[in-house]
């Protein structure tokens, strides 16, 4: 197995342990994450989105496939189904990411999923009927970079 191969397993190992330092750890300190909900973050902001996930997580069940890696990049798949807290609704979340490396560690990860399929499940009829829409999008990104922000306030 490719060392690159090995580091994406170790980082989605520590997610699904729940183990936001973990995954840090697997992180180039100038990471740049990017996902459909929040954006796009860099350095220790990528860090404290996935530790305020695995902390607010009472449910949460992480699989990944298809890992695959190189000495420059990288890409896996990953399912997570959990409990989306705001609305108590169930939420199967099928994501695909993409790596690049650098010094041994990811320094961008890219995550990408069907925005409305999401909406559908973690919203209900409103992302039923408006997951698709720009603005109930930038509401859904700016309620979670609000969240971010308290998060890394109150660290």
């Given at each position: 197995m490719h060392p690159n191969a090995a580091l994406i397993e170790r980082f989605y190992a520590a997610f699904a342990a729940r183990d936001a330092a973990g995954?840090?750890?697997?992180?180039h300190p100038e990471i740049v994450f990017s996902d459909p909900v929040f954006g796009e973050l860099r350095g220790e902001r990528a860090g404290a989105m996935w530790a305020m996930l695995c902390g607010r997580a009472t449910d949460l069940d992480v699989r990944v496939s298809g890992?695959?890696?190189g000495d420059r990049t990288g890409r896996a798949h990953w399912d997570a189904r959990?409990?989306?807290?705001?609305?108590?609704?169930?939420?199967l979340n099928?994501?695909?990411?993409?790596?690049?490396?650098?010094?041994?560690?990811i320094n961008r990860h890219a995550d990408s999923f069907s925005f409305w399929t999401w909406a559908r499940q973690a919203l209900g009829p409103t992302g039923l009927l408006?997951?698709?829409?720009?603005?109930?999008?930038?509401?859904?990104?700016?309620?979670?970079?609000?969240?971010?922000?308290?998060?890394?306030?109150?660290?």
């Open positions: 995954m840090t750890a697997c992180y890992i695959d890696a959990y409990t989306f807290t705001q609305t108590g609704r169930a939420v099928q994501v695909d990411a993409t790596f690049e490396f650098r010094d041994g560690l408006l997951g698709w829409a720009p603005p109930l999008r930038a509401k859904v990104s700016a309620t979670a970079l609000r969240g971010l922000e308290k998060y890394m306030a109150e660290q």
